[in-house]
């Protein structure tokens, strides 16, 4: 079945340095999401990417699509403490009915 | 505008105890999932309604979980029995149509302890 795989699983940072986290499918997807789930909380969408090579920003949140839409990637500028939890990426696997597989997750803490 | 309503919040019961969990989607939205999400893991899909069509139960422990929608709009999840490896968050959710260019809003979860 698909698998959706991310890196690192845990990450500490300083704050104000630059945090990234990458998603690794082992299928071609159609889409794909990324959500975040504060510490004891529940997954808050972030955002959705279709296209094959497409970049999005969320003010120090910059999402992308790889080319091959087989990959993604998030990265936070300046991470604030308010950035801590855990962001999980989810595709939905070119022609798999709606089916939206998440991946294992990078736990984010931020040090001040 | 609510968001997805799910109660319990909290449970604990014994091994080979019922459960069951309920789940009230956003209004409008026609299409339901349940999660269930192991502590340090990625939420796993259990099953997924279209209004009351259960049309993706392929993870779905079918010999101790059931699921129901009878109206298309609020849902249960059982266990029975319950065993220990049960012990996890079960997140519902819903989104306005089947996924495909739409945002699926999570509830807070019900958090499963079987002791």
């Known amino acids: 079945g698909q698998q959706v795989m991310q890196i690192p699983q845990y990450q500490h940072v300083q704050e104000g340095e630059d945090f990234t986290t990458y998603c690794n499918s082992s299928?071609?997807?159609?889409?794909i999401q990324w959500y975040k789930q504060r510490p004891g909380g529940h997954p808050v969408f972030l955002i959705q990417?279709?296209?094959?090579?497409e970049v999005k920003k969320q003010k120090r949140l910059t999402f992308q699509f790889g080319e091959a839409k087989k990959n993604s990637s998030l990265h936070i500028t300046a991470t604030q403490t308010t950035d801590v939890g855990t962001y999980f990426c989810?595709?939905?696997?070119?022609?798999?009915?709606?089916?939206?597989?998440f991946g294992t997750g990078t736990q984010l803490k931020v040090e001040l | 505008e609510a968001g997805v309503v799910q109660s319990p919040r909290y449970k604990i019961i014994e091994k080979k105890q019922p459960v069951a969990f309920w789940c009230n989607p956003i209004?409008?939205?026609?299409?339901l999932y349940w999660y269930r999400q192991n502590l340090g893991q990625g939420p796993e899909l259990l099953i997924r309604?279209?209004?009351?069509?259960?049309?993706?139960d392929s993870q779905l422990p079918k010999d101790r979980f059931s699921a129901e929608r009878l109206k298309g709009v609020d849902s249960t999840l059982k266990i029975q029995p319950a065993e220990l490896g049960d012990s996890a968050v079960y997140l519902c959710?819903?989104?306005?149509?089947?996924?495909?260019?739409?945002?699926?809003?999570f509830g807070e979860g019900s958090w499963l302890t079987v002791v």
């Open positions: 989810a595709g939905m696997r070119k022609g798999g009915g709606n089916k939206l597989t």
């Open positions: 959710a819903s989104s306005l149509m089947p996924l495909g260019g739409n945002t699926i809003y």
């Open positions: 309604y279209e209004n009351e069509e259960a049309v993706d």
């Open positions: 299928t071609t997807l159609s889409n």
């Open positions: 209004s409008g939205h026609n299409t």
């Open positions: 990417l279709v296209k094959s090579g």
